[in-house]
């Protein structure tokens, strides 16, 4: 096979723009996790206990990106990519009790540097299949030598059982190539019942030595600013 030079070069300079394009989102999720490092931390001092059991941060690969580009028919630019691709920084934050997952919500949403673009809140209204889960699309800005950017970040809060549920749920998906045994699905929703009542006895527990409230979160996403980055 002969190398073409010039390919070579074209490959090389767009494997250079996609990591300095994939940076921004790595410095939004360094932000999120700060903040989500300090709010704990302070959580525990105040209350001798931790709402927050693990988080995990992932930042979408270059390849699942121009996949998801081209299934949704999104410009393969990297404007596009950043204005319709709303999930490539992703931080996951897995709780303890449901209560706490809207806490942290709360907690995030309301800081002034941060403005909520989208609420999905599959734990008061769960997907079909069981799926249970608080998203959010926040906007965070990060501060670089020559310029402010605003960079989105997709959030997930959950609790560890629904954690647990949906990281089994993603593998069977993955191993059946979305083409589940409908005695899967049926034991998969049952499972989900089995989570959403442990998560509510467990809540119950908690509460008989530190009384709480369920309250879902109340957030307005911002309107869609014309001239603002996505
Ligand atoms: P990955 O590889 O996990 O990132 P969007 O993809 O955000 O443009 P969508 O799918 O409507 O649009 O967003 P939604 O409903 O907020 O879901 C986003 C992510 O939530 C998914 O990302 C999954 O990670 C997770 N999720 C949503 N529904 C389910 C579900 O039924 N089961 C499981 N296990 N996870 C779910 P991606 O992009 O699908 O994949």
New binding site residues.
Partial sequence: MRADVGQYTELQKLGSDFARFMLNYQFAIDEIMTKINILTTEFEHLHEYSPIEHVNA?L?SPE?ILD?AGR?GIDMTFDSFRD????IA?VRVVCSFISDAYWVAKMLSTQSDITVL?V?D?IENP?S???K?L?L?VRVPIFLSESVEHMNV?L?IRTVAMDF??????KI?YKFDQEVPETLLAELADAADVANRLDAKMERLHNEIRPREIRPVDITPAPPAADAES
């Fill in positions: 992932r979408k699942s998801k949704r319709n691709i709303l999930d992703g989208q999905k599959y997907k299949n069981g799926y889960s998203h699309i997709e997930q549920w949906a990281s089994l749920e993603h998906y």
